[in-house]
């Protein structure tokens, strides 16, 4: 095996004050999955972009199999082999599947023109080779694919490029536990076939599955180098971070009486063939998970009760009021108290050539104007007091939002929505592509919040947080809340029992009345 054919040496990268990267020096092998670990703003995507010959280094040297690279742009880059999966997602919305995968090089007939069969093929060959053929329509346009199906999109498409050295940026942090599983498959084969694999990831067990070494990141500083599986996570996290992690999740409290009135309360909530009689309940300081098996009405389930969703029926109960029949639209949703974290950060989330300033501020005008006008000084003191609670690393406010790292950035979205004072949070995903500090500080922050008295309904991809943090959690199926668990019945065993409706074979959970039976048998 060819331990250096991918070199970097003495590599480092600034950007005004911040050392992004400080003279980088490691190699990976031929054949070999390597992990690149770091907590968020390490440097890891500025070392990736410096590969993918998006980033111009200041100082050092790219070698491939020997081979010094001067590389003047991503075309180059792309032309060595070098394809890089970014965490903000490249494709161009309106086109189709097909047409994103082959957007590089496309196949043309003897006109010159685009041989669409023909590009048809390649896709499906390629999202064949990650399994995922049956389950994305090649005709599709990818604005319209959930975001869990354009990461896979993504993925086909740097596969359709047969690279050397393929770069994942949190690549999987978007994938339903299906997925990941068949990426990794994916990706074992082409170690197999030679390729490289650089592979960024803020999940360990990910990087534990598949990788063979790990290099760990910290202030843009390479720390060390070394076979997977050959230090204790606990050492790898003090690498990381610089300070060991006794406890990612805070202890759970005594669960709400009963007797407390949810502040959501939802029943017989359907739309379309997504949701099909959703019940459930969440009661001022309870923090209710959302699982499942991806594509079971979760997202709907979210998006109907943010209003975001048309032609919904049923009835959505927020604090003391019925909303209407859609949910509550527009500006009638401050009434409500309610926030929504959205799932892409990038499309949804933010306005990302703005400054961090404005982010923070947009949402909470109401609190910092008065008669109208923007009282600036409540406006600064309201954005001091957001960067140090959500402890947003940026050199300044005034910079745009685009050049924070992107744990950074979702720390921003975050930041922007509780700066309206919610009594309901709705969470997507809310620690997609954020490190095990900055998780463990999230965590402790929704903790605190529900102690304060915030209903918090929490959809997550990753069933270890699910258990970990919620004090219940409820399993869709079909769209409909199969079961909710607690206690000593939430575990991974049970939640996917349910996903998959394995061994139950009744009628869908109605909420309110499991709530009682399942804090009985939590306490
Ligand atoms: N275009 C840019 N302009 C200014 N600063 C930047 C730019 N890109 C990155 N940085 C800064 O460089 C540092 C490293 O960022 P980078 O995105 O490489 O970190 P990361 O390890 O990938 O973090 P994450 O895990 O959050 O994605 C951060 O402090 C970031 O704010």
Redesign the pocket.
Known sequence: MNNDYLQLVGVSKR??G?A??SDVSFSAARGSIHAIL????????????TLAGV?RPDAGVVRLDGRELRMTGPAQALDEGIVCIF?ELSLVPHLSVAANICLANPPRNRLGLIDRHRQNEMAREALARIGCDRQIDLRERCIDLPLSQRQIVEIAKAVVRRPRVLIL??ATSALTAEDVEKVMRLLRTLREEGTCVLF?S?RMHEVDALADTCSV?RN?EHVSTFPAGSKPHEEIVRLMIGRPIAQVYPPKPQPPAASVRPYLQVSGLRSGTQLKGVELAVRPGEIVGLGGLDGQGQRELMLALAGLLRDVRGDIRIGEQSTPPNGPRGGKREAYRMALIPEDRKTEGLALGQSVHDNLGVCALDRISRWGVVDHAAERALIADLVKTLQI???DTR??V????????QKVVLAKWLATQPRLLLLMDPTR???VGTKQEIYRLFRDLAAKGLAILFYSTDCDELIGLCDRVLVMYDGQVRASLAGAMLTEEQILMNAMNLGRRDAPANDSRVHAAAWECAA
Not at 41 to 48: D, E, F, N, Q, V
């Open positions: 950007y005004g911040i992004a990267l770091g907590e968020n703003g390490a440097g890891k995507s500025t070392l990736m972009k980033v965490q940026d949190e960024i803020h990141f843009g690393k940026a050199p910079v745009a685009s050049t924070l790292s992107g744990g950074n950035q592509g954020v490190d």
